[in-house]
């Protein structure tokens, strides 16, 4: 079965600084990766999605992110965070059994 | 599209007392996870349909735990009896066309249980 692992629990950053955010995953076949993105007493709300094709992937709000296979890693960047990104960052991962598994998630706060 | 739809928002209930969450999918989407988070361990997948079928149901936690999904529209969780640790916000999610593997979940708001 695939496995997401998202090496950062928490993440500090002043605003306007860049951010990545770091996602490994294993799997024994094809995957699809997703980011979300939750705020507080909401639901996950898609950021971006690799499927295939350009490894290179954008998403809402200013958010990138590059799949590469072979360091089986999706890292979410942005070059210019703003105070509003402050919420916490689930990598996922889906292959061909259809369920979706998440990582422990990333809080990101920007401070001012 | 009125999106994933979950009721009820907030439930405050004893222990020893049945909880049922319920889950409306949007519609046209034919697969719907549940899943359950907490801060000790995260995003957890209990169970999810295709077709109204479940499929897999491997990560709910205890016989106490079972879900249904008697139509296309509707599906619930019930936990029977319930207990302290079942405290968490458990979330129904929802995506089209099962077997089509690329496609993103759908997420409600959530039902934050707290079982005291």
């Known amino acids: 079965a695939q496995s997401v692992t998202q090496l950062d629990s928490q993440v500090p950053v002043f605003e306007e600084a860049p951010v990545e955010l770091r996602c490994n995953y294993s799997?024994?076949?094809?995957?699809?990766l997703f980011w979300y993105v939750q705020y507080p007493n909401q639901g996950l709300q898609l950021l971006l999605k690799?499927?295939?094709?350009?490894?290179l992937v954008k998403g809402i709000n200013g958010f990138e992110a590059e799949f590469n296979k072979s360091q089986t890693s999706f890292h979410l960047r942005k070059p210019s965070v703003h105070i509003s990104d402050t919420a916490e960052y689930f990598c996922?991962?889906?292959?061909?059994?259809?369920?979706?598994?998440f990582g422990a998630g990333t809080r990101l706060t920007v401070k001012p | 599209d009125a999106g994933v739809i979950q009721s009820p928002r907030h439930e405050v209930t004893e222990m020893g007392q049945e909880v049922t969450l319920r889950c409306k999918p949007i519609?046209?989407?034919?697969?719907l996870f549940w899943y359950r988070q907490t801060m000790m361990r995260g995003l957890e997948l209990l169970i999810y349909?295709?077709?109204?079928?479940?499929?897999?149901d491997s990560g709910m936690p205890e016989d106490r735990f079972s879900a249904k999904m008697p139509n296309a529209s509707f599906s619930t969780l019930k936990i029977q009896p319930s207990e302290p640790r079942d405290s968490a916000v458990y979330f129904c999610?929802?995506?089209?066309?099962?077997?089509?593997?690329?496609?993103?979940?759908?997420f409600g708001n959530g039902t934050r249980l707290t079982v005291t």
């Open positions: 999610a929802s995506s089209p066309l099962p077997g089509t593997n690329n496609s993103p979940l759908h």
């Open positions: 799997s024994s076949v094809s995957v699809y």
């Open positions: 690799y499927l295939s094709g350009s490894t």
């Open positions: 996922a991962v889906r292959s061909n059994n259809n369920d979706m598994r």
């Open positions: 519609s046209g989407h034919n697969s």
């Open positions: 349909f295709n077709n109204n079928v479940p499929i897999d």
